[in-house]
């Protein structure tokens, strides 16, 4: 097995762990009896519908998910929309949500099904905002380099659904929410923008990131943080029969691709599965663990495995097409200059990274010399956030189609003497 089939086969180990269709199962209670109603969001909403329904049968519901991500169910109706900017159709597909959600009683039942993905897929505009200033405010984040639970943290107060309004919809109806989830500390406020879970930010809060990250807004959007917004406090009624339980976690896929390389005779090193920041300089960090570990190893040692989850960010400065993962990797091949040993894969395990389908791209020692040779500057490509079009150049981009889970970033770094 060559070092870049080990590293894809840990990868894949990681995404199996956490599909829907092996781990949501056990966390499943009997059907309850009476009106059962089924709702979701997330790049593994309708794999987790599948799975529900393969448990309890035909249900009543209507799961959002993003175009190609898409699962044959029997009752639970299944609509793809736009993902990370919303679209049209996420918007539709809410309001249909929130309309059967209407009119329900104490002894009525929602299952919420909340994976990565739910903040673009679930699309309510706060009043006064429209779906294409929802949208422009959308890619200004994601162009930014903020943080998840800021970038968040204004999706609650830009929705009426976000941030607990969608289980408050449900009231007086009980409602579990299985969630996956893809954000670095696994708080269920952040997975998602928290549809069903309460929250005690601000929309002042909401403003001030926008203005800290330089985020283009129009007046609009301005006005309606300057009103009260919707979203739920934790200790509201309407969220007193709602139970959040987290089912899959990147720790989960990290800890299988860890016993994995160990049965390989690998010495494994978890860097943490919450890593946060600008993916170049992780990279340059990680590099500089690396060549340091190469440097102290002897002729014998067993191979070291550096493994890491979390998300990063990219701040877009250049016309580029590009990713978090693709970014670290590219980054990582430039500190790493052609160092001897050592290889590395960072991959999204949704398959998407950024907005291209592309999960990642796996990295070596000839990585450089290769690109080189194809007359690409490597350096240039990462002035210009074009991450995807260099690796695809090469060859060494990682497609997996969709995966129908989301436990967000998974990189590994191998050293061999």
């Not at 389908?357 to 350096?379: C, F, K, Y």
Request: hydrophobic share 45%; glycine share 12%; with cysteine.
């Amino acid at each position: 097995m060559t070092e870049a089939e080990l590293l894809r086969a840990l990868f894949d180990k990681a995404v199996e762990v956490a599909d829907p269709m092996r781990s949501l199962a056990r966390h499943l209670p009997p059907r309850p009896s009476g009106r059962v109603v089924v709702v979701g969001a997330g790049k593994a909403s309708a794999r987790m519908a599948e799975a529900v329904e393969a448990e309890w049968g035909p249900c009543e519901g209507l799961v959002i998910t993003r175009y190609g991500y898409g699962r044959p169910t029997k009752g639970i109706e299944i609509v793809e929309a736009a993902h990370p900017v919303p679209d049209a159709a996420g918007l539709a597909a809410t309001a249909r949500m929130l309309e059967l959600l209407q009119g329900l009683g104490e002894g009525d039942f929602v299952l919420a099904l909340i994976s990565g993905g739910a903040s673009a897929l679930l699309v309510a505009p706060a009043e006064g905002v429209s779906l294409a200033e929802k949208q422009a405010v959308n890619a200004g984040l994601l162009a930014s380099g903020a943080p998840i639970s800021q970038m968040n943290t204004v999706r609650k107060h830009l929705s009426r659904v976000k941030g607990g309004q969608l289980a408050a919809a449900a009231f007086p109806a009980r409602v579990l929410a299985l969630l996956i989830s893809d954000v670095p500390g696994d708080d269920p406020a952040f997975i998602g923008s928290g549809p069903t879970v309460g929250d005690t930010s601000t929309a002042a809060e909401a403003r001030a990131i926008l203005q800290r990250w330089s985020v283009p807004v129009p007046p609009s959007v301005l006005a309606a943080l300057d009103r009260p917004t919707g979203v739920i406090a934790p200790g509201d009624e309407r969220l007193a029969r709602v139970e959040n339980r987290l089912y899959a976690a990147p720790s989960q896929s990290l800890a299988a691709a860890a016993e994995m390389a160990r049965g390989m005779g690998l010495d494994v090193r978890l860097l943490g599965d919450a890593l946060e920041g600008e993916a170049r300089e992780v990279a340059a960090a990680q590099a500089k663990q690396a060549r340091a570990i190469r440097a102290a190893m002897r002729i014998g040692d067993a191979p070291v495995l550096l493994l890491s989850g979390g998300e990063l960010t990219v701040t877009r400065r250049g016309d580029g097409v590009g990713g978090p993962n693709a970014e670290f990797c590219l980054a990582l091949a430039l500190a790493l200059d052609g160092a001897a040993g050592i290889h590395a894969i960072a991959c999204d395990t949704d398959g998407v990274d950024g907005a291209a389908d592309v999960a990642g791209a796996i990295i070596g020692p000839e990585t450089l010399v290769r690109a080189q040779a194809l007359g690409m500057s490597p350096t240039e490509s990462l002035a210009r956030n074009d991450a995807h079009g260099f690796f695809g150049a090469l060859g060494d981009q990682v497609v997996t189609g969709p995966t129908l889970t989301n436990v967000n970033d998974f990189r590994a770094v191998l050293i061999r003497r």
